[in-house]
């Protein structure tokens, strides 16, 4: 796990420090005045940008009113690394455990549910431009890949190099 200092903060505060990393999402903390302990951090390697994502939310939600084409144009592959968190778009819906991944549509309304415990990702954003190109074809959100998946495991160890994520 990369060594990330979480601290208490308003959820206002919770709310916009998400934002800063990718736009249009609402944070739930599941109780009035709540404060939810989290951490954000940005790191870009080799061209890709991410987000070590550390929280005690009980809900991140990205509805589709809240979605902006200027902050659509990438995927977010999400990697759990501590705790679970269910993650839900379009008709996917997964419950991710340490190792799990799922890759997100920026351009589509987005749910993930942590059930208030402490949970951390590292989440990287993929240019959608890029990733299309390479496959041939428009990516559907929600993929989803188990910890115990080979891709999942060359992935984890990409992160673990450059980003200082590890299981």
Do not use: K, W
Request: proline residues 4%.
């Amino acid at each position: 796990l990369a060594n990330l200092t979480t601290t208490t903060m308003p959820p206002d505060a919770f709310e916009d420090a998400i934002n800063q990393i990718t736009s249009g999402f609402q944070v739930r903390t599941g109780r009035s005045g709540g404060r939810p302990r989290g951490f954000f951090a940005t790191q870009e390697v080799c061209g890709l940008q991410a987000a070590h994502v550390a929280c005690g939310a009980t809900s991140i939600v990205r509805p589709p009113g809240r979605i902006r084409r200027a902050d659509s144009l990438h995927y977010l592959l999400v990697h759990q690394e501590e705790g679970h968190a269910l993650m839900h778009q379009e008709s996917s819906a997964h419950r991710l455990r340490v190792g799990d991944m799922m890759l997100i549509d920026t351009m589509r309304p987005s749910d993930f549910t942590f059930f208030g415990s402490y949970q951390r990702q590292v989440v990287v954003h993929i240019p959608r431009e890029e990733l299309n190109d390479r496959l041939g074809a428009e990516v559907d959100g929600g993929l989803y890949m188990s910890a115990a998946c080979h891709l999942a495991g060359a992935i984890r160890s990409v992160l673990a190099e450059g980003f200082g994520s590890t299981d």
